[in-house]
């Protein structure tokens, strides 16, 4: 008699044991998402490949850029993460078109684009002012000049 109801008395706890392990299961996973999740939200940041990321510190004041772009993972409340679009303030200022930009060669004669003609806008504008969404390769040197255009 003894035996039967040590058996049965193993399999009732082996039962109760897998009811509070699944159960203690089932409230870790649910738990560790719901962190995961909240972790997301309030401490990692995406810079796209065609911005300009910068961290503020709240506790010094300093600013830094970001030398990379992707996913940053920074302390709320304490550090701001910030992009520069270079895409929007172009888009803002010219209007969204298609852009398209077959090329140009004015020696055969051809009409410019006008996305050719708006870089030529801030190519010959002279005033040493940098823009976020144009990038200077390297300045012409007056001997690279087409004859004209000095």
Same mark, same amino acid.
């Given at each position: 008699?003894?035996?039967? #109801?040590?058996?049965?008395f193993?399999?009732? $706890? ?8 699944? +159960?203690f ?7 560790? =998402? ?7 939200? &309030?401490? @990692? &940041?995406?810079? %796209?490949?065609?911005?300009? =990321?910068?961290k /503020?510190? !709240? ?11 992707? /996913?940053? @993972?920074? $302390?709320?409340?304490?550090t701001?993460?910030h &992009?520069? %679009? ?8 010219? =209007? !969204? %078109?298609?852009?398209?930009?077959? =090329?140009?060669?004015? #020696?055969?004669?051809?009409t410019?684009? @006008? ?6 806008? /801030?190519?010959?504008?002279?005033? +040493? ?5 144009? &990038? @200077?390769? !390297? ?5 690279e $000049?087409?004859? +004209?255009? !000095?």
């Open positions: 008699m003894e035996i039967e #109801n040590s058996e049965e193993a399999s009732i $706890m082996l039962k109760k044991f897998w009811v509070k392990f699944f +159960g299961f089932v409230v870790a996973v649910f738990l560790s =998402g719901f962190g995961l999740l909240a972790f997301r939200i &309030t401490c @990692v &940041t995406f810079v %796209d490949n065609y911005e300009i =990321g910068y /503020y510190s !709240r506790q010094t004041g300093k600013i830094e850029r970001l030398d990379h772009t992707g /996913y940053i @993972v920074a $302390m709320p409340f304490i701001n993460i &992009t520069i %679009d270079g895409l929007n303030l172009f888009l803002k200022w010219h =209007g !969204r %078109d298609d852009y398209g930009n077959s =090329g140009y060669n004015s #020696n055969r004669g051809e410019p684009s @006008v996305f050719n003609q708006i870089l030529m806008a /801030y190519a010959y504008e002279g005033s +040493g002012k940098n823009y976020p969404f144009l &990038t @200077v390769i !390297r300045e012409l040197k007056p001997e $000049m087409v004859r +004209g255009q !000095r």
